[in-house]
């Protein structure tokens, strides 16, 4: 049984991203492959996709060329999700998912967010 007297600290969403161990998806990218719930990618899955962009984060006022550029990236990344959960008879909370341009399989999670609705979570196989 767990036991909260055992929790050292936690980490909040918002911390998180705060920290940079997660990159937040505008809304207008993850909602134009029809993810409704906010989006954010770990670091190492972001650095993944990016793939040697030099962009760490979404940046707060990107030149257009770079918004552009993230916006594709992030959202083949993201359509490739959506196709796996549409034709993937599981309803598990995280499912695997390739993204053939990039040569890669990442996962996408569902869990609850800081106020305990639903926000999705892309990450690599082997972060938890």
Excluded at 100 to 107: D, E, F, I, Q, R
Aim: hydrophobic fraction near 45%; include cysteine.
């Amino acid at each position: 049984m767990f036991d909260w007297d055992s929790v050292i600290h936690a980490c909040t969403r918002a911390d998180l991203v705060a920290d940079g161990d997660l990159v937040e998806i505008p809304w207008i990218v993850s909602n134009s492959v029809g993810l409704k719930w906010p989006v954010a990618f770990t670091r190492a899955a972001w650095l993944t996709v990016m793939d040697g962009t030099g962009e760490e984060r979404w940046p707060e006022a990107a030149d257009p060329l770079t918004e552009t550029l993230l916006a594709e990236r992030a959202t083949r990344a993201l359509t490739a999700a959506v196709q796996t959960v549409a034709t993937t008879a599981s309803r598990a909370s995280r499912i695997a998912f390739d993204v053939p341009l990039y040569g890669v399989t990442l996962h996408l999670h569902v869990g609850p967010g800081d106020d305990g609705a639903p926000v999705f979570t892309v990450l690599m196989p082997d972060e938890d």
